[in-house]
C-alpha cells in the first residue's frame, strides 16, 4: 500500500492544474495523481469526433499560469492536448501519475484521518490501494463508460452506422454519404460543419433549438498585444479582458434577456439572412444562458447551411428505419450514418463509492460547502467548474484554494478539516445545486447532487467575481470549516469509547 501527501483522482485539466500548484506553493507535499485512462487530458483525449475544440477561448480555458500561445483562442483538441503536455512536461507532473487506475472506492477512517482508495488496474485487473492525508477529486461531472444515448424506437433496423461522439470509431467513412446529426448542443455544432466538408450532405435534426453566436477563432486584441508586450502580460490582460466581458455578458443575460435574445437572433440573420426561418431553427423558448450558449468559430456553421452542404431540420423523431429518420410530423430524413450527439451521462464525485468511518455517504444528503466540499466529510475537495464560464477558471481557484487549505493545516498542526454546519445554518432552505441551468444533461441527475443552501458558504454561486474573492483570497478559517489537530483526534476517540 502507497501512502502519499495528496491523492488526486484525474489528469485532466483539473488535476493537471491542482498538481502544478502542488509544485509550487506546497512543494514539501508529496502527492499521486491516478487516472483510469492511459493518457494525460481527460476530456481532451477522450473525444477525438471530427473538429472536435473548445467553445470557450482559451485564454480563459487555459491555465492562468501557463499562457496560451497558440494563434487560435478558440482550439481544436490536438492544439489542447499539446498544452497539456507541454504543461505537464514543464511542471515535472509527469512521474507523479499513474495511468491505467480506474479507482471504485474511497474509505475515510477518522482513527488516522486517512483516505485509503482502492482502484482496479487497466492493464491486470488488479485491485491496488493507495493512502492519503487529503483527496482531491478532479475527475470531472460525467461518466467515461458511455454518452447518453436515447431508446430510439426501431434503431436496430437501420441499414447504416450510429455513432456517439463520445465513442467514435477510427474506422468510420461518411465521406460522400449523408450525415444525420442528432442533437443541438456544442458537440452537434462542431461536428455538423467538420462533417461537411467531406460528407455528400448533414443534417442537423434537433428537438428544440439552442442559442447560438459566431466568434472569430483569433482574439484580435491578443494578437496586437503580443507584438508589443511579454507573452505572459499579452496573456495576462486578455485572459482579464476575456473574464470581464463574459461576466458582463452573462449578467445582462439575466437582467435583460429580451435585449440579449434579440442580439443574438439579429446576428443569426445577419449570417443566414431574412429568407431563413430563424425563428424555428434558432429561437428556443427559454432566456440565453439558462441553457449554455454554442459557439460558432468563424460562424462555421452559417457558411456550411449557406453553402447547401448542411441543413436543420427541427422536429421530433418518431423511428428509426432501414434508410433513416421518420418525423413525428410524417417527413423523412435519409441517412447513411447517424450520429447521436445527444449529451453525457453525468456522475457525482467521480463515479465511485465513498464511505466515512464505515457508513456509506449518499451525496444527494449534504451541503454543498463553497461548491467543491461537502457537510461532515473531512479532508475532501472536488473541482466542479463553471457552467457559464471557462472550467478552468474555477479550477485554477480551487487549486489555490487546496493549497492555502493544506499550507494552514500543517501551520496549525491540523490533520483534518471538515466543514460542518452551524447551529444557524440547520433547517436552512435546499436548493438544487446548479441554478438557473435548465439542460436536460443537469436535470437528469441534479436530485443526485448536493444540496445548496441559501447562505455563505453552502452556496455554489457559478460567479466568477465573487468566488475569485471568496474561493481564492477569503481566509480558509471561516467558522464553517473545522480543523482538529492529532490531539483532539485522540480526545474526541476517548471520549467516545
Not at 474506422?171 to 444525420?180: I, M, P, R, S
Not at 448542411?310 to 447517424?338: C, N, P, W
Not at 461532515?376 to 466542479?384: E, K, M, Q, R, S
Request: with cysteine; charged share 25%; net charge neutral.
Amino acid at each position: 500500500m502507497t501512502h502519499t501527501d495528496v491523492l488526486i483522482v484525474g489528469a485532466g485539466i483539473s488535476g493537471i492544474s491542482l498538481a502544478c500548484h502542488l509544485q509550487k506553493e506546497c512543494p514539501d507535499r508529496t502527492y499521486t495523481v491516478l487516472e483510469g485512462r492511459s493518457d494525460i487530458g481527460g476530456t481532451w483525449d477522450l473525444f477525438r469526433y471530427p473538429g472536435v475544440r473548445s467553445d470557450s477561448d482559451m485564454h480563459t480555458l487555459g491555465f492562468r499560469f501557463k499562457p496560451w500561445k497558440h494563434e487560435k483562442s478558440i482550439a481544436d483538441g490536438p492544439s489542447i492536448m499539446d498544452y497539456l503536455r507541454e504543461t505537464v512536461t514543464e511542471h515535472h507532473v509527469e512521474d507523479k501519475i499513474r495511468f491505467g487506475h480506474r479507482v471504485e472506492r474511497a474509505e475515510w477512517d477518522s482513527t488516522t484521518s486517512r483516505w485509503t482508495l482502492t482502484a482496479r488496474l487497466a492493464d491486470t485487473g488488479e485491485s491496488v490501494q493507495y493512502t492519503a492525508n487529503f483527496l482531491a477529486m478532479c475527475s470531472g461531472y460525467y461518466s467515461y463508460k458511455g454518452g447518453y444515448e436515447p431508446a430510439f424506437p426501431g434503431a436496430d433496423r437501420f441499414a447504416g452506422r450510429i455513432v456517439h461522439p463520445q465513442a467514435w470509431p477510427e474506422d468510420l467513412d461518411y465521406a460522400g454519404k449523408n450525415v444525420v446529426v442528432i442533437g443541438s448542443g456544442a458537440t452537434a455544432m462542431t461536428i455538423v460543419p467538420a462533417m461537411a466538408s467531406t460528407a455528400a450532405h448533414v443534417t442537423l435534426l434537433q428537438r428544440t433549438p439552442t442559442y447560438v453566436v459566431a466568434r472569430p477563432d483569433h482574439d484580435i486584441i491578443n494578437d496586437k498585444l503580443r507584438k508589443v508586450l511579454p507573452e505572459r502580460a499579452a496573456y495576462a490582460i486578455t485572459r482579464r479582458k476575456n473574464v470581464i466581458l463574459g461576466g458582463y455578458f452573462y449578467k445582462r443575460t439575466r437582467t435583460q434577456p429580451e435585449k440579449v435574445k434579440k442580439l443574438l437572433l439579429g446576428g443569426v440573420r445577419k449570417a443566414l439572412g431574412e429568407d431563413f426561418d430563424v425563428k424555428t431553427h434558432f429561437t428556443p423558448e427559454y432566456n440565453p444562458w439558462d441553457q449554455r450558449m454554442c459557439l460558432l468559430p468563424n460562424g462555421d456553421l452559417f457558411r456550411s447551411i449557406k453553402s447547401g452542404r448542411s441543413s436543420v431540420v427541427t422536429d421530433t423523431i418518431d423511428s428509426f428505419d432501414e434508410t433513416g429518420i421518420r418525423l413525428t410530423s410524417g417527413g423523412h430524413v435519409d441517412a447513411d450514418v447517424i450520429v447521436s450527439a445527444t449529451g453525457l451521462n453525468l456522475v457525482t464525485v467521480g463515479e465511485m463509492e465513498f464511505t466515512v468511518d464505515g457508513e456509506a455517504v449518499d451525496f444527494s444528503k449534504r451541503w454543498t460547502y463553497r461548491g467543491m466540499g461537502y457537510s461532515d466529510v473531512p479532508n475532501l475537495i472536488t473541482t466542479f467548474g463553471y457552467v457559464n464560464a471557462s472550467w478552468t477558471l474555477r479550477a485554477d481557484l480551487i487549486s489555490s484554494y487546496v493549497c492555502r487549505l493544506l499550507n494552514h493545516m500543517r501551520a496549525a498542526d491540523a490533520v483534518q478539516a471538515t466543514p460542518r454546519l452551524r447551529a444557524a445554518d440547520r433547517g436552512m432552505r435546499q436548493r438544487p445545486f446548479i441554478e438557473d441551468f435548465s439542460p436536460g444533461y443537469m436535470q437528469r441527475v441534479m436530485h443526485l447532487m448536493p444540496m445548496q443552501g441559501d447562505r455563505e458558504p453552502w452556496i455554489n454561486s457559478q460567479d466568477f467575481a465573487r468566488e475569485r474573492k471568496q474561493i481564492g483570497r477569503g481566509p480558509v478559517t471561516d467558522g464553517v470549516m473545522q480543523f482538529l489537530s492529532e490531539a483532539d483526534v485522540q480526545r474526541l476517540l476517548v471520549s467516545q469509547r
